[in-house]
């Protein structure tokens, strides 16, 4: 779900723009005072920036990329950046060269040769689409059928508990579709067309893990589930809780490691004493260490 959180930053600065033009224009500034996107090369020993046209050339294709009535989609994302971190400037003209040695291409006569393990992560995956999912949150990924990788062809009928894709012309022809195995907020649903692949976003109407995604699918082991949470998605009582921990750790280290400085043989017995605390049988097991509270002979 990278894509989210550019969106959210993204967001962030449009809305403090107001304006489509003010916004273009916050994000060519970066580029102008960051990045080497308006130098232009003066040679071929130049090892920075862009021949000269191919600035015109990016944007163009970047436009196309995303324009829903374009199936100029030929710019991968991946495969732009070079290993220093810019943008590898992208073939000026593309020319299909014809052969009789056929080249060996993998095809995709399975799920994972489709999607990769983060598009399914915390789900699962099938032929033809698979979902992930976090605590507040699922994503659905569908294959596209070549005819129907654009927008205008498709239906796509979000409920709260339901999920349809097909075709606009053929409704007849249904891409994928299936009651959710649980509610979810479908008035924030959001879906995304990117290379032959729909993304569908939304959040669930309770924060808990789903076993499967449709009525009627193999359930998943939960156990396997990685619960993992940004700490920025936990409320703010729980964020300060754990801050005062951290700090709370910081100290306690510092403090250890002032006393194994100055006293390494009271650092020896206080180190006995922990083991100790927690050791089947201990009256303390289970409680936070406190040596305070232990008389020391």
């Known amino acids: 779900m990278e894509f989210q959180r550019s969106d959210a930053m993204l967001m962030e600065i449009l809305q403090g723009r107001k304006t489509i033009v003010g916004f ?7 580029l102008r005072r960051n990045t080497d996107f308006y130098h232009t090369k003066k040679d071929e020993a130049d090892r920075i920036g862009f021949p000269k046209g191919m600035r015109d050339q990016i944007l163009y294709g970047a436009m196309q990329r995303y324009d829903p009535d374009c199936i ?10 070079g290993g220093n971190g810019t943008y590898l400037p992208p073939a000026v003209e593309e020319v299909i060269v014809e052969s009789e040695a056929k080249i060996p291409q993998h095809k995709a006569d399975s799920a994972e040769a489709v999607f990769f393990p983060i598009d399914y992560k915390n789900g699962a995956v099938f032929a033809s689409h698979c979902w992930s999912q976090t605590l507040k949150d699922v994503e659905v990924q569908v294959k596209l059928p070549e005819e129907l990788k654009i927008s205008k062809n498709l239906n796509i009928d979000i409920k709260g508990g339901h999920l349809k894709v097909s ?5 007849e022809h249904v891409i ?3 009651n959710l195995s649980q509610r979810i907020r479908h008035n924030e649903a959001l879906w995304t067309i990117d290379h032959n692949m729909l993304h569908i976003s939304c959040d669930k109407a309770r924060e808990l893990w789903w076993d499967r995604l449709f009525e009627g699918d193999a359930e998943i082991d939960t156990k396997k589930i990685d619960c993992e949470r940004y700490i920025d998605d936990l409320p703010d009582d729980t964020q300060a809780t754990i801050e005062k921990l951290r700090v709370q750790q910081m100290e306690a280290d510092k403090q250890q490691s002032q006393l194994q ?13 922990r ?3 927690d050791a089947d049988g201990s009256p303390f097991k289970g409680q936070p260490f406190d040596p305070s509270i232990v008389r020391m002979s």
């Open 167 to 171: 075709s606009k012309q053929k409704p």
């Open 176 to 178: 994928l579709e299936g």
């Open 72 to 81: 100029l989609q030929s710019m991968n994302v991946e495969s732009e950046i």
């Open 24 to 30: 273009l224009d916050s994000i060519f500034g970066f």
């Open 261 to 273: 400085a100055s006293n390494p043989e009271q650092h020896k017995t206080m180190e006995r004493l």
């Open 275 to 277: 083991a100790a605390w």
